[in-house]
Nanobody
Framework: QVQLVESGGGLVQAGGSLRLSCAAS????????MAWFRQAPGKEREFVAV???????SYADSVKGRFTISRDTAKNMVFLQMNSLNPEDTAVYYC???????????????WGQGTQVTVSS
């Protein structure tokens, strides 16, 4: 059984920080590409960040320099550190996994339920 469970979302003021967590079960994060996507109301789910098997990372231009994706292999978890948040970052954030390393939503097979991040102005 594969399960991805996000946590750490909440309400934060603009300029603040949040750290999202993704707890994975049924798959080892060291053997999968692990990614974060987000979806704002009325918009398509969009790529945020990805980390590959070997630890290579890629970020959307909108979050580059502010967000950092990382993993803890011992805990089989993936994290997204979000700094300098602004209201445009408000969205439901999803953890995703697949054997392929990609920035495309369609390439990912496993998804978490999402966690809400709301940034107030």
């Amino acid at each position: 059984q594969v399960q991805l469970v996000e946590s750490g979302g909440g309400l934060v003021q603009a300029g603040g920080s949040l750290r999202l967590s993704c707890a994975a079960s049924g798959l080892p994060v060291v053997r999968y590409a692990m990614a974060w996507f987000r979806q704002a109301p009325g918009k398509e789910r969009e790529f945020v960040a990805v980390i590959s098997w070997i630890g290579s990372t890629s970020y959307a231009d909108s979050v580059k320099g502010r967000f950092t994706i990382s993993r803890d292999t011992a805990k089989n978890m993936v994290f997204l550190q979000m700094n300098s948040l602004n209201p445009e970052d408000t969205a439901v954030y999803y953890c995703a996994a697949d054997s392929r390393w990609s920035r495309s939503r369609a390439e990912y097979y496993y998804w978490g339920q999402g966690t809400q991040v709301t940034v107030s102005s």
